[in-house]
């Protein structure tokens, strides 16, 4: 059976260094109590994200989302990650590859909750409630690249597009 997931993992960089899962969800966990006062994101007209920190380990943006906004299947390249959900909630879509089976399951994320994740975790998130929803996201090493994948047949996940993250444009 064909792989349903095609690994966009890069050797080219080093993994997660000390920082555990743990240390991620706690990092966003703590940021989330202060997502709210970032600028546009209490009454989003459209998916906004603002880079919070960056340090040589880590980077976590607040992403705020209107009811009905999504964003589609994807990596997160070679990065960890972890999601904490400051206010609203979402739901998580995520397709992983069990012995050339193909798992989707989704997962209702809500306030308070958070998540982490290691590289290789390949997700879409939806907001399906009539309130707009507030996150926060950290990445470890720091996201590069994301890798989108499409559906095809049998359950088959296929990567059709990868955006790269120059640094100097996070700015
Ligand atoms: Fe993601």
């Given at each position: 059976m064909t792989a349903l997931l095609t690994p966009t993992i890069s050797p080219s960089r080093p993994a997660l260094?000390?920082?555990s899962l743990h240390d991620l969800a706690t990092i966003a966990r703590g940021l989330a109590e202060t997502a709210?006062?970032?600028?546009?994101?209490?009454?989003?007209r459209e998916r906004t994200w603002h880079t919070i920190a960056r340090t040589d380990r880590f980077e976590a943006f607040v992403i705020a989302w209107p009811s009905g906004s999504s964003i589609d299947t994807h990596d997160h390249g070679d990065a960890a990650g972890a999601i904490a959900v400051a206010s609203g909630e979402l739901i998580e879509t995520t397709v992983s590859d069990v012995g050339g089976t193909a798992t989707i399951q989704t997962t209702k994320l809500t306030a308070g909750v958070q998540l982490a994740f290691r590289a290789g975790h390949v997700h879409g998130l939806t907001n399906r409630g009539s309130s707009p929803a507030l996150t926060v996201h950290v990445y470890s090493p720091v996201l590069r690249t994301m890798t989108f994948f499409e559906e095809g047949g049998d359950g088959e996940h296929l990567p059709v597009r990868t955006e790269w993250f120059d640094l100097e444009d996070l700015r």
């Open positions: 260094d000390d920082l709210h006062l970032w600028p546009g994101v209490t009454d989003p």
